[in-house]
């Protein structure tokens, strides 16, 4: 799982997460799996229901996983997945 | 280094945190910004036990809404992992704002009430930081009636009274709600408060109130700024009277009251719904000193004209003698009297939106003024 940089601190610095996974495995999954050794960093990507902040976007294989499966979109062992938030604001 | 009474005035902005420090509250320094790119819709300044505690809610628009809080005037910020305050998985609901940080009374260190979008209230009894939902008002029969102001569906106000038995919270839109026994069961106290917009002008709940306040002096007595209304109660909120005569508008957001002083309370009014402007772009702060049948207008050191409205949350009063009052505009502006509003002097200008302010004394710590400015963001 690739981070921007802005959430780099909250990875304990590191910009690249890895998962232990021998097959295939969701999106879900591995934000779970985020979630257990970095809460922090999972809150900003997922509010308490689970559901993917709005103008966090997350691409598997350089899509977005809303116009994929959405968090049970899988993800291949070796696969990167991108984390890159929205251009919004103002 | 200042080191004994020194005064503290946070200043939460659309785009971070400042935080300005004054030996006299005439001449300020400010640091930060705090949390760039991040609003800044609350903020608590907790002096109890011996410290300065500075909570804020914070909130990106990409990695959502949180809690941090500080120790030392803002040089490091801290959250618990798992948040502050995080719905419970049975409400199916999510934060989206923390609207109000109130520390409560200094009999009952350690409590913080929170009040938050979607509407709900919560307590913490940890110093703020980790909060309970009080179910009470979440699973309150009304809540399916409840609406959304423009600025989002919340509880912004809450006031315990000194035993902590009574507690009113407001909520844009639904009104004051009011609990006799701590918090665990809520009934609405809107009788005499005008719902203008509704078929039924005087309903049973459902009001726009914009703020509530008590009296420190006066036991059972509020004030409450409501969308177009000024209101008086002096009955624990069983009814309430206007107290908007003697006013240029009765609409606003702002509504405070003194940290001591009986029937003392100051309002920032705005000619209208339709007009959210200073009267005639004439931004003045009134006062009243004999619980709202007189006001008296407050403009020396405002600037001539000014068209920024004043947000419910972007005024405060600090507890010094006499009291501090401050306040800040949507333009960025702030502004603060050491005489209880019989002059202003500017803090700060060109800030972006000012969402909320908040002051205390500080008396034996170092100034947030002498440090450099923090670079925290919300994600770190």
Known sequence: MVLPSVLVPLADGKSLLTAPADASVTVQWLLDFVAGNYPALSRRLRDETGAVRRFVNIYVGGQEIRRLHGLATEVAPGQEILIIQSVAGG | ?380
Request: one cysteine or more.
């Open chain 2, 1 to 380: 280094m200042a080191t004994a009474d020194s005064y503290l005035l946070a200043i939460g902005t659309k785009k971070g945190l400042w935080l300005a420090t004054s030996p006299d509250r005439r001449n300020w320094s400010l640091s930060g910004p705090h949390f760039l790119m991040s609003e800044i819709p609350s903020i608590g300044i907790d002096t109890r036990d011996g410290r300065t505690r500075i909570l804020v809610g914070v909130r990106s628009e990409h990695w959502g809404p949180t809690v941090f809080h500080s120790d030392d005037l803002g040089d490091t910020w801290n959250e618990p992992e798992n948040g502050a305050i995080r719905f419970p998985a049975d409400t199916d609901a999510a934060l989206e704002r923390v609207w109000q940080i109130y520390p409560d009374a200094a009999s009952r260190p350690g409590v913080v009430w929170a009040g938050c979008e979607p509407i709900s209230v919560w307590k913490s009894t940890d110093g703020g930081e980790h909060f309970e939902l009080n179910r009470g008002l979440w699973d309150h029969p009304h809540r399916g009636e409840w609406g959304a102001g423009y600025g989002g569906a919340a509880a912004h106000s809450i006031v315990v009274n000194p035993d902590g038995a009574n507690v009113h919270v407001a909520m844009s839109t639904g009104g004051v709600y009011r609990s006799l026994d701590g918090g665990t069961s809520w009934e609405p106290r809107n009788k005499g408060i005008s719902a203008y917009f509704n078929p039924d002008p005087y309903p049973e709940f459902g009001q726009c109130v914009h703020k509530i306040a008590a009296d420190a002096a006066v036991d059972g007595r509020l004030y409450a700024q409501n969308h177009h209304g000024v209101y008086r109660s002096d009955d624990n909120a069983e009814s309430w009277e206007s107290i908007a005569e003697g006013l240029p508008a009765d609409f606003g957001f702002v509504m405070l009251t003194h940290p001591r002083r009986a029937g003392t309370a100051w309002v920032i009014p705005l000619k209208a719904d339709g007009e959210r402007i200073p009267p005639g772009g004439k931004l003045a702060v009134h006062r009243t000193e004999d619980a709202g049948a007189s006001w008296t207008r407050l403009d020396e050191g405002l600037p001539a004209a000014e068209f920024n409205s004043v947000l419910r949350d972007a005024a405060c009063v600090d507890t010094a003698d006499p009291s501090g009052v401050y306040f800040g505009t949507r333009g960025g502006s702030v502004y603060a009297s050491a005489d209880e509003g019989d002059h202003f002097n500017e803090v700060a200008s060109h800030l972006p939106d000012v969402l909320c302010v908040r002051a205390a004394v500080v008396t034996g710590a170092p100034a947030a003024g002498e440090q450099q400015a923090a670079a925290a963001t919300v994600p770190a």
